[in-house]
Nanobody, 116 residues
Framework: QVQLVESGGGLVQPGGSLGLSCAAS????????MAWYRQAPGKQRELVAA????????KYADSVKGRFTIARDNAKNVVYLQMNSLKPEDTAIYYC?????????WGQGTQVTVSS
């Protein structure tokens, strides 16, 4: 059974930092491009950051460029999202995603709330 388990969410003040982790089981992360998405209340789920499993190139939503960093540790089967300079508009549920041409897996999400 495939599981993606996110952790590290919580409440943080504007300007603060949080680090999210996505621990995978049932799949080998090195076989998948990985991504983080988020969904705010009343909004559609959006791509935040993605990293390939070949050259480890990354891409980011314009709204998080320069503030968020996605990384992967294939040996630990984990993907990370480091979030700095957080803003209230970053408040959302953050989801881990593993996908290739035939499979698409999602975690249950972790809540990130940015508020003073």
């Amino acid at each position: 059974q495939v599981q993606l388990v996110e952790s590290g969410g919580g409440l943080v003040q504007p300007g603060g930092s949080l680090g999210l982790s996505c621990a995978a089981s049932g799949i080998i992360v090195s076989n998948f491009p990985m991504a983080w998405y988020r969904q705010a209340p009343g909004k559609q789920r959006e791509l935040v950051a993605a990293i390939t499993n070949t050259d480890y190139s990354t891409k980011y939503a314009d709204s998080v460029k320069g503030r968020f960093t996605i990384a992967r540790d294939n040996a630990k089967n984990v993907v990370y999202l480091q979030m700095n300079s957080l803003k209230p508009e970053d408040t959302a549920i953050y989801y881990c995603n593993a996908h290739n041409v035939v499979k698409d897996y999602w975690g249950q999400g972790t809540q990130v709330t940015v508020s003073s």
